[in-house]
């Protein structure tokens, strides 16, 4: 998976051509303000971790740092060669999210990334939060802290629900904030209790950091259970119309044989 010869060169530059492409057409849309840039290495390896609110927030954070961002993407963004070399042009390594692999195929390709000195673009939560609010992290990040060394920044981002909602195309005007957050450092973190309390320890530091820079409302419960238990309301309340619907038309046959036999 290491990007060498041609195809290294090349994805620099088709990078660095997107990113040229892109950051005027963004700039143009949107009010795009940042802060605590300066938190960001210049050189080096960095996991920027950050809440993820709508499709676009893995543009608007590679957009603003100068340094290349990396991040996976589902597998399925790469199955049309066009979108397939878009996405690898602006950072994104496929990876399969079914399965028991997943997970690690993830962490591999990260570890690879940060191996290179370069910035790996993390979601905790991962998956786009159903309802605006931050929901638990997943201990990925904490995994890859403590086996690369490298410097874990969080990142707050605000405002890209509301310019790309879920499920919405085309996005609207508004103001978006991305503030990166002070370098927090777990590379001699070490616990007496057991590793995946320590795991934890390090995802909830994060998390409540993100909270603080998005402004957003931390809920102890993965997004993608706050994904299901959406999902199934939303099934309820049709099951309910679907049934009212039901009963109505049955209501109204009875009415109009009742009438017919009168």
């Known amino acids: 998976m290491r990007p060498n010869g041609c195809w290294g060169y090349s994805r620099h530059v088709f990078y660095e ?25 210049e050189d080096g390896p960095a996991i920027l971790a950050a809440n993820h609110l709508s499709f676009l927030d893995s543009f608007f954070i590679p957009l603003v740092v100068d340094r ?9 963004y790469f199955e049309h060669w066009y979108s397939r070399i878009f996405f ?10 079914d399965g028991g692999e997943a997970s690690e195929n993830a962490l591999e390709a990260a570890a690879e ?5 370069e910035l790996f673009g ?3 939560e991962g ?15 904490a995994r890859l802290a403590l086996r690369s060394g490298a410097p874990v920044i969080p990142v707050g981002v605000a405002g890209t629900r509301e310019v790309l909602p879920k499920g919405k195309r085309m996005p609207n005007r508004g103001d978006v904030h991305v503030r990166f957050g002070s370098p927090m450092q777990f590379s001699d973190r070490t616990s007496s209790k057991s590793e995946r309390l320590l795991l934890r320890s390090i995802t909830d530091e994060v998390m409540f950091e993100i909270a ?6 931390y809920h102890d419960s993965y997004a993608n259970h706050a994904n299901a238990y959406s999902a199934a309301l939303e099934d309820l309340a049709e099951s309910r119309i679907r049934m009212t ?6 209501a109204d046959d009875d009415a109009a044989e009742l009438a017919a036999t009168g």
Do not use: C, M
């Not at 290349?68 to 589902?74: D, G, L, M, P, S």
């Not at 619907?245 to 049955?250: D, G, L, Q, V």
């Open 17 to 41: 051509v997107s990113k040229a492409v892109l950051s005027p057409i963004l700039h143009g849309y949107f009010d795009i303000e940042t802060s605590g840039l300066e938190n960001v290495p």
């Open 68 to 76: 290349r961002v990396t991040y996976v993407a589902k597998a399925e």
């Open 88 to 97: 690898k042009s602006w950072g994104q390594i496929p990876i399969k999210r």
């Open 113 to 117: 990334v940060l191996e290179r000195g």
């Open 122 to 124: 993390i979601y905790p």
């Open 127 to 141: 998956t786009r939060s159903p309802d605006g609010n931050l929901h638990k992290g997943h201990t990925g990040v």
């Open 212 to 217: 603080a820079l998005s402004g957003q409302e």
């Open 245 to 250: 619907e039901a009963t109505s038309a049955k």
